[in-house]
């Protein structure tokens, strides 16, 4: 009844300004907190389990998960893929199934891998099963598939390089190339120490070596022969002979280099030390070296060379110089490898080029000994011997 009443009093305000006619209307602003009632901030809502699954669909995405994992174990990646997508579908975000695709897409790739490198060994491909097979065993350590490719691609490996090698050794030896047959020969006996073609090698590229020595030697020393370097020449035949001790030519050319050479250096040494020929000895022995040096053949220019110095020296040696003696007439001289001059006042003596010593004795007067060389081709100033300190 109140709320009737309430309407007709609403009615009758109005009729007026509808009689009267109409009236611009009039805006009021009504401020928003007055004319929308205060909201309250809902509270969160807590995460809700999905709805449980019915027995038959819990048992449908169990049988594939089931076929999905005999598929991984067959090594059927495809069916095994297909099987944990069908569950994944029915059951988003199931575990199992997550990781059961990436299983079976890890397989697949494995597989690949292992099919690659299979296909490679049979066309002969080493390098691409080796790659093959390595990368398949990333992805599965325990892949025996690939460790077996693997290791028959290294055995190929290791046999290509020692075939390899022993071709390179057996082509040095063909050139001669001794050095470098003996390095090949020794890396294949590296691989393969008992191989018989290796022992074979070895020796071959040794006795090779040896003869390119010998053959080095020789003819080195043949060529120090013609210079007249004897010393060479005995080095070289020398060590032919370390190589081989019963070459002949070796032999023979060592002797006769060994001979020559101690020949020469007598001869040097005489014209080193040219003193040494002021004794009638050493000058006898000089003497008979240069018949010797004479009759030797072949000569050669450093041979003659030798050989007329030391004749030349001998002879200058040998001729007298003459000396002149003085003294007072009342000394007694004696003249040392000569003999007893007696008294004089001034006396001369040819005397070879040498040292020489003459004593004075006078009665009452102490004796004096006077030494003096004489030097070839050149007369000494006047030798003077007298006693002149009274005792």
């Keep these: 009844m109140i709320s009737l009443v309430i309407g007709l009093v609403a009615v009758f305000a109005v009729l007026p300004r509808v009689i009267d006619g109409p009236s611009p209307p009039v805006a009021t602003e009504i401020p928003v907190e007055e004319a929308t009632p205060a909201l309250e901030t809902p509270a969160p809502v807590p995460p809700t389990d999905p709805p449980p699954m019915d027995n038959g669909l819990r048992r449908t995405v169990e049988a594939a998960l089931s076929e999905g994992r005999s598929a991984l174990d067959a090594h059927d990646p495809q069916t095994a893929a297909t099987a944990f997508r069908r569950a994944a579908t029915l059951d988003p975000g199931n575990t199992a199934a997550e990781q059961g695709l990436s299983q079976a897409e890890d397989l697949a790739t494995l597989m690949l891998f292992e099919s690659r490198a299979l296909a490679a060994e049979k066309r002969g491909d080493v390098e691409a099963a080796t790659a093959a097979a390595r990368r398949a065993l990333e992805l599965d350590p325990n892949s025996q598939t690939a460790r077996g490719v693997a290791d028959r691609m290294a055995t190929a490996l290791r046999q290509k390089s020692y075939q390899g090698l022993i071709t390179r050794g057996l082509t040095a030896l063909k050139e001669q190339k001794y050095e470098k047959a003996l390095d090949a020969f020794t890396a294949a006996g590296e691989r393969q120490p008992s191989a018989p073609e290796v022992a074979d090698g070895l020796a071959r590229a040794r006795s090779g070596l040896r003869r390119h020595a010998i053959a080095g030697h020789l003819a080195r020393a043949t060529q120090a022969e013609g210079a007249e370097s004897w ?161």
């Design 231 to 391: 010393q060479q020449a005995v080095t070289d035949y020398k060590a032919a002979l370390v190589l081989d001790p019963d070459l002949g030519a070796a032999r023979t050319g060592y002797g006769r280099s060994e001979d020559r050479l101690e020949l020469a250096q007598r001869m040097l040494y005489h014209l080193e030390n040219p003193k040494r020929l002021t004794t009638t000895e050493v000058l006898e022995e000089a003497t008979d070296l240069v018949e010797e040096a004479k009759i030797v053949s072949p000569e050669g220019p450093r041979h003659l060379d030798l050989v007329q110095r030391l004749e030349a020296l001998i002879k200058e040696v040998s001729t007298p110089i003459p000396v002149i003696l003085q003294s007072d007439g009342r000394t007694e001289v004696v003249l040392y490898r000569v003999g007893q001059l007696g008294t004089f006042e001034q006396q001369r003596v040819d005397l070879r080029p040498g040292t020489y010593t003459a004593i004075g004795q006078r009665s009452g007067f102490r004796d004096v000994r006077v030494k003096f060389q004489i030097r070839p081709g050149t007369p000494p100033e006047p030798i003077v011997i007298l006693c002149t300190e009274g005792i």
